[in-house]
């Protein structure tokens, strides 16, 4: 089943819970101080060499009123803002923030040929205060391929194949330690039941109503704090 565009056994390991287990166990040994951003699973749809877009630029690309989630999408539009930072609250500069979503039709673009290619996909540089800022959308439940072996060891489990709407990111900065992982909308009712057991209460974000901006309805400020490598 496993392709360049799917990872099987990624995605067998993510429903037992293995990479969460062996992520949680990594994150503690690694971690030197409290209040740095919990890491969260990769999954098995990460790109590599995402674009690298300027600050304030969108990750949406191919949006129109052909689409068949135009509508969902302008709904949904948000700003997506915050800083990198150091365990003191010292920003980060120059810092990359790598970011991915699904669609609203729960898709992540190389599952879906009417997506174009590396959409709702994008990598940030922060700027002298540790800044980064970029449109997307507010990201939405899907299930994972059922199809497949994962698939089948779910039905066999009597589990639901949802993933609660989340996005990804990788941030990485020279003299830190790469952070891997995934923050989830607080109105999503699949928060207390991913079929991958990846959601975590410091990752559970609230959008708010965004005003005065025509390209965004929502707006989430997120800071993540970054270890320094050993």
């Not at 990598?123 to 059922?146: E, H, M, N, Q, S």
Request: aromatic share 10%; with cysteine.
């Amino acid at each position: 089943m496993s392709t360049d565009r799917r990872n099987e056994t990624q995605l067998l390991c993510d429903i037992l819970g293995l990479e969460t287990l062996v992520d949680e166990i990594t994150s503690k040994l690694l971690s030197s101080s409290f209040n740095l951003t919990p890491s969260a699973i990769l999954g098995p749809f990460y790109r590599h060499d995402a674009p690298l877009l300027p600050n304030g630029s969108s990750i949406v690309h191919g949006l129109n009123p052909s689409v068949p989630w135009y509508d969902q999408a302008i709904a949904d539009s948000a700003y997506l803002t915050g800083r990198v930072l150091t365990p003191s609250g010292m920003p980060i500069p120059n810092a990359v923030v790598d970011v991915w979503h699904t669609a609203p039709n729960g898709l992540y673009e190389q599952q879906d040929p009417s997506q174009p290619d590396m959409n709702l996909r994008g990598r940030f540089r922060t700027d002298a205060d540790g800044r980064y800022a970029l449109y997307a959308l507010r990201p939405v439940a899907y299930p994972i391929p059922d199809d497949g072996p994962a698939g089948k060891l779910l039905k066999m489990l009597d589990r639901r194949p949802h993933r609660p709407g989340h996005i990804h990111f990788i941030v990485s900065a020279d003299g830190f330690r790469t952070l891997t992982t995934q923050v989830f909308d607080d109105r999503d009712e699949f928060i207390t039941k991913d079929s991958v057991f990846a959601v975590r209460e410091e990752l559970v974000v609230r959008f708010v109503p965004r005003v005065g901006d025509d390209k965004a309805r929502w707006t989430l400020e997120y800071d993540f704090v970054l270890g320094k490598e050993e």
